[in-house]
């Protein structure tokens, strides 16, 4: 008589996964098994339009580390206040309080001014096609900004990207988490500004984020 434990692995004895719809969506694309919803299933992706989505995102991905590998010592205070200031440009990119910014992780701060990440690619080649935002940024929101002591600072509250939590890869590619830190970088760390809505949904364009 044949073992019945080994007997359960054949797949005709096997019984199938059941989920509900909001678990099929998030494991699309990660598991082989052919899943059974408890409820309506979700839509097929549209494989084309994530195609395009991974060449754009992977396109904007370049353009940021391209951007975080210049000099950035070139700045500009706006407004009267001249220690917090309101508005200040970095490179001609104007930031101010509330903006929500990207910053290379691992930067250095030299004599406060930013020093690029040594994990930032030295060509746009070597940048995997896999790769992410969140592999090379942190999310954060400006505070304020102080221009004392020279060369000045960015006061900023951290956020973390869903694929940095224990979630990882079943997190929303578009979903970020407040966090309870706070730190000072180098103004010229500031690399670009994103758009991030308080949400419980995702916006529509992919290069937009929310946060609960």
């Known amino acids: 008589m044949r073992n019945p434990d080994i007997a359960l692995l054949d797949r005709e004895n096997a019984v199938s996964t059941h989920v509900t719809p909001l678990i099929a ?66 490179n001609g990119e104007a930031f101010q309080n509330g903006d929500f910014v990207l910053i290379p992780k691992k930067h250095s701060n030299y004599k406060g001014y930013y020093k690029p990440s040594d994990l930032l690619p030295d060509s746009i080649e070597d940048v995997d096609s896999t790769s992410t935002i969140a592999d090379y940024f942190w999310f954060a929101q400006v505070v304020y900004c102080c221009m004392n002591p020279s060369p000045g600072h960015f006061h900023v509250h951290w956020l973390q990207h869903s694929t940095q939590t224990m979630l990882e890869e079943l997190g929303h590619p578009q979903e970020l988490f407040w966090n309870d830190i706070c730190e000072n970088v180098p103004l010229g760390a500031v690399i670009d500004k994103v758009k991030v809505y308080e949400s419980s949904k995702p916006p529509e364009n992919v290069d937009e984020y929310f946060v609960k």
Do not use: M
Not at 43 to 68: D, G, M, S, V, Y
Not at 76 to 86: A, F, H, L, Q, W
């Open 25 to 90: 969506s998030l494991a699309q694309g990660l598991v082989s098994e052919e899943l059974v919803v408890v409820g309506n299933r979700p839509p097929p992706e549209n494989k084309t339009l994530k195609e395009t989505q991974k060449l754009t995102a992977h396109q904007r991905l370049c353009e940021l580390i391209f951007k975080a590998k210049g000099e950035r010592k070139l700045v500009k205070r706006i407004g009267r206040d001249s220690r917090y200031p309101s508005i200040v440009e970095v």
